[in-house]
Every structure is written in structure tokens, then in C-alpha cells.
């Protein structure tokens, strides 16, 4: 689905000089440019925003999905419709935050596809309260890493955010993991500003709880 | 201001975006209560621990295997305004 919310026509002159000013020394984003070469049929433009992108789609696919195989079909898809959809899209948004809305979208169909979970939209798993009020209050050890090692942290991290509802887990990943900003999450997911941050609000408490019962510092310091 | 009203400025209060007179409210929050305290230090390691250690790796082989199937699909299909593909495959390799 394209990213289709409007951006108002902002009439220059009435804007304060400093403000004007400010406007208008904006540099426009590099991939303004990209966009319209691959619009052109610059295709090596095109294959220059896969570069950028894929590593972003595909983790983000990985993690509404939790599956490998899952993100990798979706990765291709994500790219090929956007290939597809090039005149679509108006610049109203950023294009790597069009590209993030339909690898959710097509992340979604895929659960829903596999109905292994019954909770695969952004609305129908967030009721749960678990999470919303911290029962654990001890303190972690200095640093996790040094209790580790990469594998098993990798691992903790994979089973810990696989638990959280797919929901949740989608606006963490994309607003902690992969650094939208709150208005970019709430646009790729087509959700208000509030309910990005109150998703996201329990989902940090969530994994915060839930990685506590690994990462929690005990009396005698030890794993 | 106590727990409750604390917890819900939480995200506010990571994000920067908590007015002067309502981060001074959660400063002496936070400075009286030992578990608030602890929530926020561990949520913020929370947050830091994925966003460092991205527990899904995307190999360079991969990133090459990806990129050429896109490109692949996308030039047999060829639908960008003014561009024929010579020699195409109308079957996109999946």
C-alpha cells in the first residue's frame, strides 16, 4: 500500500523570513534525486536504492515474520512492487518510509497466510495489559555483553522480541531498532502519533521485563 | 507525580519530547523512587542492546543474492516509463 497522506500546500509568503529562510535552505533528501532518475528509467538509480534499503526492509520483514525464508520472499516483493508502483509515489513522505509501509503490509499478509498466530493486524493484539505495570525492579548487571556471548545474546534478543505481540514488536522494531521517528512508525503502519506511543511504550516495558529474567543482577553476581 | 503518572510520560521522557516544567515533575520522581529509577535504566539497555546488537544478520551474500533477484524480476517486467529491456526473460526468478 502507498504511502498517500497529503502534505498542505505551504504558502511561502506568508512564512516569517526566518522560518523562509529555514525552508528554504533545506537541502532535499539524496534520494529525491534517485527517485526521479529511476522514475526516468535510470535503473541503476533503482538498484542503488535496493542497496540502500534492503538490509532495512529485510530485517524488518524478519522480525514482524520471524522467519528467514519469509523476509527474504518479502524483501524481493517489497522491491519489485515499488519498482512497479515508481509513479506512485509523490514524495509526500520519505521513500524509505513507503518502502517500510509495504514491507509491513506484505509482512502482515504473510502471517495471516501462515495463521499460525491469530494476532497478525496492528489492532487485534494490542489489549493485552501484560507488561504495562514493571513487576521487576533489580537491577542488571553493568553491561549484558560482558555476560555473553554473541551468539547466546543473539539468541535471548530473537526469542525475547519473537514472544511480544506482533504489534508491538513491529513498532519497536521500527522505531528503536531500525530509528524511524515516531511520525515516520505512524505513518508506515497507518496509526496516530498516540497509539505508536502508547504500542510503543508497552512493548519497551515488555521487553524490558522480559530480558530482566536474563539480564537481572543476582546476590552473587552470577549468570 | 507519582508511578502511574510517571510510567505514561515514559516514551515522552526517552524521546526528548517532555515539556521543561513536566521533566522537572520527573526529575524529582526519579530522584525519590528507587524502582522508577530502575525501570528507566533498564528500558533504556533495553532499547540499547537491540538497536547494537541486531540479532538478525544480513550476510553479504545475501544482500548480493537479494539484490539480483530484484533486479532480475524488475527488468523482465521492465515497467518503468521509457525502458526496454533487450534480451529480458519474461519469467521472473523468484
Redesign the interface.
Known amino acids: 500500500m502507498a504511502a498517500t497522506t497529503p502534505t498542505p500546500e505551504v504558502d511561502l509568503t506568508v512564512l516569517p523570513p526566518d522560518l523562509l529562510e529555514a525552508v528554504q535552505a533545506e537541502p532535499p533528501h539524496p534520494d529525491v534525486e534517485l527517485v526521479a532518475r529511476?522514475?526516468?528509467?535510470d535503473?541503476a538509480a533503482?538498484?542503488q536504492l535496493?542497496?540502500q534499503y534492503?538490509?532495512q526492509i529485510?530485517?524488518t520483514a524478519?522480525?514482524i515474520t520471524q522467519n528467514?525464508e519469509d523476509?527474504?520472499?518479502i524483501?524481493?516483493d517489497v522491491?519489485?512492487k515499488a519498482?512497479?508502483k515508481?509513479?506512485q509515489f509523490q514524495g509526500n513522505s520519505k521513500f524509505s518510509t513507503w518502502l517500510v509501509r509495504i514491507a509491513v503490509n506484505e509482512s502482515l499478509m504473510r502471517l495471516r497466510k501462515r495463521k499460525t498466530s491469530k494476532t497478525v493486524s496492528m489492532d487485534q493484539d494490542v489489549q493485552t495489559e501484560e507488561g504495562s505495570?514493571?513487576r521487576d525492579?533489580?537491577?542488571?548487571r553493568p553491561n549484558?555483553?560482558q555476560n555473553y556471548s554473541?551468539d547466546e545474546?543473539?539468541?535471548i534478543?530473537?526469542k525475547t522480541?519473537a514472544g511480544l505481540p506482533p504489534g508491538f514488536r513491529t513498532v519497536?522494531t521500527l522505531r528503536?531498532?531500525e530509528?524511524l521517528s515516531?511520525e515516520e512508525t505512524a505513518e508506515a503502519l497507518g496509526l496516530s502519533v498516540p497509539a505508536v506511543?502508547s504500542r510503543?511504550?508497552r512493548a519497551?516495558?515488555q521487553?524490558?521485563e522480559r530480558?530482566?529474567r536474563y539480564?537481572r543482577k543476582t546476590k552473587e553476581g552470577s549468570k | 507525580m507519582n508511578c502511574t503518572d510517571f510510567l505514561a510520560k515514559l516514551t515522552d521522557y526517552f524521546d526528548g519530547e517532555i515539556d521543561p516544567a513536566l521533566l522537572t515533575e520527573v526529575k524529582e520522581h526519579l530522584g525519590t523512587c528507587h524502582h522508577c529509577e530502575v525501570v528507566v535504566n533498564t528500558t533504556r539497555q533495553t532499547i540499547d542492546v537491540y538497536r547494537h546488537r541486531q540479532p538478525y544478520e544480513f550476510p553479504e551474500e545475501l544482500s548480493t543474492r537479494l539484490r539480483a533477484a530484484v533486479m532480475e524480476r524488475c527488468l523482465a517486467v521492465g515497467k518503468l516509463p521509457d525502458v526496454e529491456v533487450v534480451g529480458a526473460t519474461k519469467s521472473a526468478k523468484k
Not at chain 1, 38 to 41: D, F, R, V
Not at chain 1, 137 to 140: I, L, R, S, T, Y
Open positions: 529511476a522514475k526516468a528509467g535503473t533503482f538498484e535496493v542497496r534492503e538490509r529485510f530485517r524478519q522480525h528467514r523476509a527474504e520472499d524483501t524481493q522491491f519489485f519498482f512497479q515508481l509513479e505495570i514493571p525492579f533489580a537491577e542488571w549484558p555483553e554473541q545474546l543473539a539468541e534478543l530473537r522480541i519497536f528503536d531498532i530509528n515516531t506511543k510503543l511504550l519497551r516495558l521487553l524490558r530480558l530482566s539480564f
